[in-house]
């Protein structure tokens, strides 16, 4: 029997325990404080990009520190500049091609430099530009859960189409081990992974036969709550950054678990209302000829990405030299949980 048919085991686990730690979380644009050489710097790359003259500039207040967004109203409109390591240029203009030629519209489309380019480098930063979409960040209160959802569906099915290139990264996936970790979280999460350590060596196990490596297909790896923006009650996906060569059926599954877990996190949704509806996201998702195609399969691309997440995070917590990105850890740990809720109950 293959065991992406095996019965999932049964963790313990206390509900209420669950669905409270959000750090993807308080983004808000401040008014900026800049040197005169920072402003400069800033009007010199809205110049290239031909965005007109600045009259107000906004910054991003977030946790990620290895990029910064800034918001630049001008007489031609509202524009958003990102600023990341010039070492990424290549793979984001590749990525802001793609986007552009994508027959789906609800997502970021960066604009071209006077000189053709999406991409310019000034100051050892990779800047690009696109207009600032008006709405909201998804906040698991809107009512049309499925149909955001489609979306997310409707736009790796866009993506997948699309020739494989060697310009486009490639997810490094980390295989997880089971050593101990206990140093790097709180007391609670201790306790839950002593409880279940040997059910989450099985889920390990489990997802052995997913090879994503033979698989890669084009993707967006972060459709999360923080990256879908509602605009007139549909979303507007962000994040270009995000899009790689993956397995879309990872890519899905996380998705599809994020945005779920975001609605109950938030107070908005209960687990059971949640679970409620994977029968019809099944259900698009087989139309769509993606393999999560029930519980069982949903479950394992999801838990695929979690416990492969946990792996990412334990290797730059023990090599933390040059790593600008925070961590999860605890969050992710209980997400395994949290997505076993949210699939078979407890």
């Given at each position: ?79 958003v ?37 999406f ?33 997310c569906?409707?736009l ?9 290139s ?52 084009l ?11 509602i ?31 975001h ?66 850890l ?7 949980f ?9």
């Amino acid at each position: 029997m293959s065991r992406l048919s095996e019965k999932v085991l049964t963790p313990k686990y206390e509900l209420n325990s669950l669905f409270k730690i959000e750090t993807n979380r308080d983004f808000k644009w401040e008014k900026a404080t800049l040197t005169r050489e920072e402003n400069s710097r800033i009007r010199t790359v809205a110049e290239q990009f031909n965005l007109g003259s600045i009259r107000n500039i906004w910054v991003m207040t977030k946790r990620n520190k290895a990029t910064t967004l800034y918001r630049l109203e001008s007489q031609n409109g509202d524009w958003v500049l990102r600023s990341s390591a010039e070492s990424e240029k290549k793979w984001l203009e590749a990525q802001s091609r793609v986007v552009n030629q994508l027959e789906y519209r609800n997502i970021t489309k960066p604009i071209e430099t006077i000189h053709g380019n999406f991409v310019f480098c000034e100051s050892g930063h990779a800047w690009m530009a696109y207009s600032c979409q008006p709405g909201e960040i998804f906040s698991g209160a809107e009512t049309n859960l499925i149909e955001i959802i489609r979306e997310c569906v409707l736009l790796l099915e866009s993506l997948r189409k699309v020739p494989v290139s060697s310009d486009l990264p490639s997810v490094a996936h980390f295989r997880f081990e089971a050593s101990s970790f206990s140093e790097f979280v709180s007391e609670p999460a201790r306790e839950l992974l002593s409880q279940n350590l040997e059910i989450i060596k099985e889920w390990a196990d489990q997802v052995l036969e997913i090879s994503p490596v033979t698989g890669l297909l084009l993707t967006h790896n972060d459709l999360n709550h923080a990256n879908t923006l509602i605009v007139d009650s549909k979303p507007f996906f962000l994040d270009i950054e995000d899009i790689c060569l993956e397995d879309p059926n990872i890519a899905l599954g996380h998705a599809i678990f994020k945005l779920l877990r975001h609605a109950v996190y938030s107070g908005h949704r209960k687990v059971e209302e949640m679970r409620g509806l994977l029968p019809k996201i099944f259900e698009i998702a087989r139309a769509a000829n993606f393999k999560i195609r029930d519980q069982q399969s949903f479950f394992r691309y999801a838990v695929f990405r979690i416990l492969s997440d946990i792996q990412m995070i334990l290797e730059r917590l023990r090599n933390p030299e040059g790593n600008q990105m925070p961590t999860d850890l605890e969050k992710k740990i209980m997400n395994l949980f949290e997505l076993h809720a949210l699939v078979y109950g407890n």
